[in-house]
Every structure is written in structure tokens, then in C-alpha cells.
Nanobody, 117 residues
Framework: QVQLVESGGGLVQPGGSLRLSCAASGSIFSIYAMGWYRQAPGKQRDLVAASTSGGSTNYADSVKGRFTISRDNAKNTVYLQMNSLKPEDTAVYYC???????????WGQGTQVTVSS
């Protein structure tokens, strides 16, 4: 069992930056792949960025060059640095942990990001 708590969301102007954090507890963090997803009103939840347990990363095309996922295994935390934010980045952002090679996965409660002037 893994518990995930996101933080760092808020209101930011277009072109601004935010850093989201996802703190994990309850299991060995380093063996999990971690991902950030987002869901805008009326839309499906989509992958934004992911990091394997080995540190490989991938990004949605819409955020490449603007967002960076990183993880600190010593702190059991994964981050999402978001730069050059756009109004279309507005969504609830969720953290997900996946025990690689299994069907076990866990979600955080989400944090709202609003990009507006």
C-alpha cells in the first residue's frame, strides 16, 4: 500500500512557473514508477510526465520543453517543475505510483493548477 499526497498547486499567470510535489509513504519508493497526470473539466485524465524506477522519463508532447519530472528517492518524493505555463495547462494534477511489472498502482488526491491572468 502506498499513500500519495500532492502539493504545490495554485493560481499562476500565463508564462509563470509552479513546482508540484508528491510525497509517498507506505512502501519502498524507489521501486515504483511515478507519473503525473492531469484532468481538465469534461476531459479524460491524461499522462503529463512519467519516471521509471531507473530514472528514465517521458513527456506528453504538449509539455515537452516546459515541464520536468524529477524524483528524490531519499525523500520519497517526485516533483513536476512546470515553466512557461499556459491557460490550457489548467487542470487537476494527479500523482500516480506504479509497482513496475505488476498491476498495483496508486493515486493521490490531486492538486488544482489554474493558469489565468
Amino acid at each position: 500500500q502506498v499513500q500519495l499526497v500532492e502539493s504545490g498547486g495554485g493560481l499562476v499567470q500565463p508564462g509563470g512557473s509552479l513546482r508540484l510535489s508528491c510525497a509517498a509513504s507506505g512502501s519502498i519508493f524507489s521501486i515504483y514508477a511515478m507519473g503525473w497526470y492531469r484532468q481538465a473539466p469534461g476531459k479524460q485524465r491524461d499522462l503529463v510526465a512519467a519516471s521509471t524506477s531507473g530514472g528514465s522519463t517521458n513527456y506528453a508532447d504538449s509539455v515537452k520543453g516546459r515541464f520536468t519530472i524529477s524524483r528524490d528517492n531519499a525523500k520519497n518524493t517526485v516533483y513536476l517543475q512546470m515553466n512557461s505555463l499556459k491557460p490550457e495547462d489548467t487542470a487537476v494534477y494527479y500523482c500516480r505510483a506504479v509497482l513496475e511489472g505488476t498491476a498495483y498502482h496508486y493515486w493521490g488526491q490531486g492538486t488544482q493548477v489554474t493558469v489565468s491572468s
